[in-house]
């Protein structure tokens, strides 16, 4: 399948600061990207799916200022969690498809935490 | 309201011990139902996509099937390192995002 890697692994950081994720598809062109969040014992709950070179779709309910999507090539989507809040913390990942339709290939994903 | 449950929450099954899992499905115009593997602390790693009912997938000790209504993922004479969690999930015609379910937890006991 698909390669579909993340950077990093996982972050500590401090109330009020602002944390940048990375998602990179390493052997394909990924023309959807996907940013999930999964909290414990939880499944994934899709936060936002962007489109090369377009703005991002947010799911409802999440902040679209405090969570900041780029997806500026075919192969790289970042995900800035701004102003991070404990209640920030969580695992995300992002999965990455060449088409719409295709198969989502997910990230091994970052664990986050807002001390 | 689309929704997708799985069933049952967590298996715990002995070495060679065959059983099935079920994801059962109420929406309106399935594109396509995913199956995904998921370790502790890893993302989704990709199983299966059915797109008809009546259609099969298999993969080693791994067989999925779809109904109007559910599928499921049989598992045969399974191993330890078949432990984790399984997840559903369904697209829309109209849609290319993934709805989950909350995911079945498998243990394989040696």
């Known amino acids: 399948g698909a390669v579909v890697s993340q950077h990093p692994s996982w972050v500590i950081c401090k109330s009020g600061t602002s944390v940048k994720i990375e998602c990179r598809s390493l052997?394909?062109?990924?023309?959807?990207m996907f940013w999930y969040r999964q909290f414990p014992k939880q499944s994934l709950m899709l936060m936002a799916t962007?489109?090369?070179?377009?703005?991002?779709?947010?799911e409802q309910g999440v902040e679209k200022d405090k969570f900041l999507i780029n997806h500026a090539s075919l192969t790289l989507s970042t995900l800035t969690v701004t102003s991070a809040h404990p209640e920030d913390s969580s695992f995300y990942i992002c999965?990455?498809?060449?088409?719409?339709?295709?198969?989502?290939?997910f990230g091994p994903g970052t664990r986050l935490l807002v001390l | 309201e689309d929704q997708v449950t799985q069933s049952p929450e967590a298996l715990r099954l002995q070495e060679g011990e065959s059983s099935s899992l079920n994801c059962s499905y109420t929406?309106?115009?399935?594109?396509?139902l995913f199956w995904y593997r998921q370790d502790p602390g890893k993302g989704p790693e990709f199983l299966f996509t059915?797109?008809?009912a009546g259609e099969e997938k298999e993969k080693e000790r791994l067989k999925a099937t779809l109904t109007k209504k559910e599928s499921f993922l049989h598992i045969t004479a399974p191993k330890p390192e078949d432990s984790a969690t399984y997840l559903c999930?369904?697209?829309?015609?109209?849609?290319?995002?993934?709805?989950f379910g909350k995911g079945t937890m498998l243990l394989v006991s040696p």
């Open positions: 999965s990455g498809t060449s088409g719409e339709q295709e198969t989502q290939y």
């Open positions: 052997d394909f062109q990924a023309t959807t």
């Open positions: 962007s489109n090369e070179g377009s703005k991002a779709t947010y």
């Open positions: 929406v309106s115009g399935l594109r396509g």
């Open positions: 059915l797109y008809s």
């Open positions: 999930a369904v697209q829309l015609l109209e849609d290319s995002t993934l709805t």
